[in-house]
């Protein structure tokens, strides 16, 4: 079963606009990730935050965690066209060991030109 | 481009046949992780292995197997398959035996079971 939670499951906004989309997870993790999907293709890496950082950025990229919510949130900046895609978090467990990452079912966000 | 291969693109097949799908990590890389992504399931991880070993193992069904080759890339093995199957087939790679460290995705293979 899936562990993140995003909300929304969509979001249209126009171009130029910010984008926000949360995660919520359940168990004690080592770090969050979000990732970009377009269109059915490839997982790209955005950013990783880990369990002892707050906030994070990385261009026009903004991520917060709270773990004692258990939620993080992904801030787009300045939404531009080619923004449009999926946006998952996926948690790594922090109980140590090998283990993959566990997805949400991800956010749909379409940038309105 | 990740620097992680997968072949094929697509694959199209028949119920009770078997694949494999193929993976080259990147470059440097030691852990192959394997995932499926289906409308119904969303994204689930499947099995990992790290340096020619297996390291972890997630909602994968006892039809599927994989290995991973001294070379380092990694084949999933898929067997008596049903409709259900069909779905998006990632691998990922990374350079640490954990989930610690951002994974690399490659491009997918799109499997159809008829």
């Known amino acids: 079963s899936q562990q993140g939670e995003e909300d929304p499951q969509a979001l249209s906004i126009q171009e130029g606009e910010n984008a926000t989309m949360n995660c919520s997870y359940k168990t004690s993790i080592n770090n969050l990730q979000w990732y970009r999907q377009n269109s059915g293709r490839g997982l790209v890496h955005l950013i990783l935050i880990r369990s002892n950082e707050r906030e994070k950025h990385s261009g026009r990229l903004r991520v917060t965690l709270d773990t004692s919510k258990k939620s993080s949130s992904l801030l787009i900046t300045a939404s531009r066209a080619a923004d449009t895609a999926s946006y998952f978090c996926a948690t790594a467990y922090s109980g140590g060991g090998a283990d993959g990452l566990t997805f949400g079912k991800g956010t749909h966000l379409i940038i309105q030109p | 481009d990740s620097g992680v291969t997968q072949t094929p693109k697509h694959l199209i097949t028949a119920t009770g046949q078997r694949v494999t799908l193929r993976c080259s990590p990147r470059s440097g890389d030691l852990s192959v992780y394997w995932y499926q992504q289906s409308l119904d399931q969303g994204l689930q991880f499947l099995i990992q292995?790290?340096?020619?070993?297996?390291?972890a193992k997630g909602n994968i069904l006892e039809r599927f197997s994989a290995q991973q080759f001294p070379d380092l890339h990694s084949e999933l093995n898929l067997s008596s398959l049903e409709l259900g199957d069909s779905a998006l087939y990632f691998c990922?790679?990374?350079?640490?035996?954990?989930?610690?460290?951002?994974?690399?995705f490659g491009p997918g293979t799109r499997l159809t079971v008829l």
């Open positions: 990922a790679s990374s350079v640490a035996g954990t989930s610690h460290n951002e994974q690399f």
């Open positions: 292995y790290y340096n020619g070993e297996e390291r």
